[in-house]
């Protein structure tokens, strides 16, 4: 290779090399890039000696731009509760989303269930995700049904007091750090 080849090879190479340190760096120049104020996500099994399918999976995001309000949260979160071939199961629109460290309440309201009487109602569930052993209470704890809560306010679950089934814990909350 003659020297020019060898100065054009040598220039593209860095150039290649440092156009992925360059574009963050522009990026952060444009303006300060924020994370969402506040999430949880992700499915886990519960455990019940019995064999109960149960299943909850999370989908809600509270925007940058609404810190301030976790009533603008948004997404879906599904819950299904099986027993020998009988159950019922449920999606609901979230409606307030309150994290704070590895805790958040979700609250929504149901959609779409085949539990008669169901929709139309709000719910709210608590996760605690501490890794492997992920915890998890819901709002109708005390009643047995989501039919059966009434008046329920938005952001208000229960204590997480059940167990997810070994190796099924998957949830991830992002904290939530309003700005007051």
């Known amino acids: 290779m003659n020297r020019r080849t060898k ?12 156009a992925g340190t360059v574009g963050p760096a522009a990026t952060a120049t444009n303006g300060p890039q924020h994370r969402e104020a506040a999430a949880v996500t992700g499915t886990a099994k519960l455990y ?27 997404g879906t979160f599904e819950f299904s509760h099986y027993l020998n071939g009988e159950g019922a199961r449920a999606k609901a629109k979230v409606d307030c989303l309150v ?3 590895k805790v958040a309440v979700v609250s929504g309201v149901i959609t779409d269930s ?3 009487g169901a929709e139309g109602k709000r719910v709210g569930i608590t996760v605690h995700d501490i890794g492997r052993h992920d915890r998890l209470g819901y709002s109708w704890a005390a009643t047995g049904s989501p039919v059966e809560t009434k008046g329920l306010p938005k952001c208000v679950g229960s204590a997480p007091f059940e167990k997810v089934r070994k190796g099924t814990g998957d949830f991830t909350v992002v904290p939530w750090r309003p700005e007051f």
């Open 7 to 18: 100065t054009v090879v040598l220039c593209c190479a860095l150039l290649l090399l440092t």
């Open 48 to 74: 019940r000696s019995a064999g109960d399918d149960i299943t909850f999976s999370f989908d809600a995001h509270l925007a940058a731009k609404d810190t301030a309000d976790p009533t603008k949260a948004t």
């Open 99 to 101: 994290t704070g460290g």
């Open 114 to 116: 085949d539990l008669p």
